[in-house]
């Protein structure tokens, strides 16, 4: 991994940011200041997140920043309409981190950008909202947290199922021993997605920097037919970007556990063989101390649904047989079926009668509440950035497991690292960055 020292990644990575990077840039936000808001990444999700924060009186999105400028009009329209003031357009979000007057960066971008923009953010004295999974790798997401502690910055990841108050119930029935003792947890996240179709290379389309778009990842020929989420340079993969809500908020009904003792995986590209070179199917088992936590992955299966989003804001629950993205949690007298985004919960005995249950509503808003409210206080919001990274790092278990051959890992989790295979430790962090985007060695 190429790597350099602070100060020339911040000569070199980030030179309109250093002045402010540390000394004295955090502007102090007053219980009744409005808090000042950019926004990096106006995707789906990043559009969404503006739409939802510039619907707030205590806040003002001021920037929108997109390294594809055609995305502007639409999102700045949804802006302006929700708060009255249209934000400034940006191509570069350090022009984002250079104001002073802002508070909080959202940081909505496809995964490789995810670290290294929010470090930078924190250096310069910003909050961060940041989508999840979290972190590319297991070392980049140690590095946020080191970046969010170092800077005493709020950094709440986009997990936000934690923050439904029928998440936090069924936490309190988990962990009030109502199951009876805990050994088996299953996870799911089994869908239908469509093969790519790659075609050759394309010329760039005018307003789109698709440099800049790369940033610290190798720059691939522009395929348009070629989706981010199936190419490792970029992603995750297409399931663990998904499987992470689940994966969270199987943590957060359970306590919050540490990291497993060991991995194993099965699985591949198995069924869309369209070019990826990441799973369609992940099977992994991760080994706790006091029970196993087994998790199904696979995007060949039309018959498993995501609960449609009519259905997660009502006083209903899906047919728990065929959803594609629940949880299982076994005990040795009940077991619970819980829902992400707002599909509730139930308990059934024995007899599979239910024995207490709540329906559920999605929990976008209560997630921003709790991150507008840490951002004025200091305190740690619900999906704190050590969560976030917690919870990405199953992925990235998973992950380094398939590309060993599928093979069963035994996990340090003082270290981070595999004891036993020190080999597999390269798949945990990014083999190398692309000038001038640099991870540092000290954030």
């Known amino acids: 991994m190429t790597t350099l020292n602070r100060r020339r990644f911040l000569t070199q990575s980030a030179t309109t940011v250093t002045a402010l990077a540390v000394l004295g840039n955090q502007r102090a936000v007053g219980a009744n200041d409005r808090i000042i808001v950019g926004v990096m990444g106006i995707g789906g999700r990043g559009t969404a997140l503006a739409g939802m924060f510039a619907a707030r009186k205590d806040v003002e999105i ?20 929700a708060q009255g003031r249209s934000p400034r357009c940006v191509g570069d979000f350090r022009r984002i981190l250079e104001d002073r007057a802002v508070d909080v960066l959202i940081n909505a971008t496809p995964d490789h950008w995810h670290a290294l923009g929010s470090i930078l953010a924190c250096q310069a004295g910003k909050h961060v909202y940041v989508e999840k999974p979290m ?58 997605h469509p093969a790519q179709h790659l075609g050759p290379e394309q010329p760039l389309p005018e307003g789109f920097d698709y440099d800049r778009w790369c940033g610290p990842a190798a720059r691939l020929p522009y395929i348009p037919g070629r ?53 369609d199917t992940q099977f992994a088992t991760f080994e706790y101390d006091r029970y196993t936590l087994h998790f199904e992955g696979a995007l060949w299966t039309p018959y498993m649904k995501k609960t449609p989003f009519n259905l997660r804001d009502r006083d209903a629950f899906s047919d728990w047989a065929w959803n594609g993205t629940k949880i299982e949690i076994l005990g040795s007298q009940a077991c619970m079926c819980l829902g992400r ?43 704190d950035v050590e969560q976030g990274h917690q919870s990405a790092l199953l992925c990235h278990l998973a992950n380094a497991a398939w590309r060993m051959g599928n093979a069963k890992l035994k996990f340090d989790a003082g270290t981070e690292s595999f004891p036993d295979a020190p080999e597999a430790e390269r798949f945990l962090r990014r083999a190398r960055y692309r000038a001038p985007w640099l991870l540092p060695e000290t954030v």
């Open 62 to 81: 001021a920037y929108l920043c997109d390294v594809d400028a055609r995305r502007f009009p639409g999102t700045r329209k949804l802006v302006e309409d």
């Open 341 to 383: 985004h707002g599909d509730g919960w139930q308990v059934f005995d024995e007899n599979h009668k239910v024995i207490e249950q709540a329906y559920g509503r999605q929990g976008d808003r209560w997630h921003i509440d709790n991150f507008v409210a840490c951002v004025r206080s200091g305190a740690r919001p619900n999906a």
């Open 227 to 279: 989706y981010w989420l199936n190419t490792a340079e970029f992603s995750c993969g297409p399931i663990p970007g998904d499987a992470v809500h689940q994966l969270d908020l199987a943590r957060y009904a359970l306590g919050d556990p540490p990291p497993p003792k060991t991995v194993a995986h099965t699985g591949g590209i198995l069924v869309l063989q369209d070019g990826r070179d990441l799973p």
């Open 135 to 192: 972190a590319y790798s297991v070392q980049e997401g140690r590095k946020m947290v080191q970046a969010a502690r170092k800077y005493r910055r709020v950094v709440n990841v986009g997990m936000q199922s934690r923050s439904a108050p029928y998440a936090q119930a069924a936490r309190d029935v988990v962990q009030s021993g109502k199951l009876g003792s805990i050994r088996l947890v299953r996870v799911y996240n089994l869908m239908q």
